[in-house]
Each structure stands twice: as structure tokens, then as C-alpha cells.
């Protein structure tokens, strides 16, 4: 028992830490998605 307990200590941290970094990451990418779509907006504008 003693040793499940200690695997589940083991492998939290970094699973939690893991999910916080990719929900980190999420909302970059999703404000990096955002800023190509207006500079694409903005290059098209300037073309025509």
C-alpha cells in the first residue's frame, strides 16, 4: 500500500505540473492564432 501511495505522490506533481503548462501554452497559442489572423487581415487590406 505503502508503495502504491508513494507512486501516486511520485507522478502528481509532475502531472499537474504538466497540465498547467499546457494550459498556459493553450492561451498563447490561442492569442498567437489571433494576432496571424489580423496581420493577415491587415496585408490583404493594404493590397487591394
Known amino acids: 500500500m505503502d508503495g502504491i ?5 511520485n507522478l502528481g506533481f509532475p ?3 504538466s497540465i498547467y503548462l499546457l494550459v498556459r501554452v493553450e492561451g498563447k497559442l490561442e492569442k498567437l492564432s489571433e494576432s496571424i489572423n489580423e496581420l493577415s487581415r491587415t496585408i490583404a487590406s493594404i493590397k487591394d
Open 5 to 9: 501511495l508513494n507512486q501516486i505522490a
Open 15 to 17: 502531472i499537474v505540473l
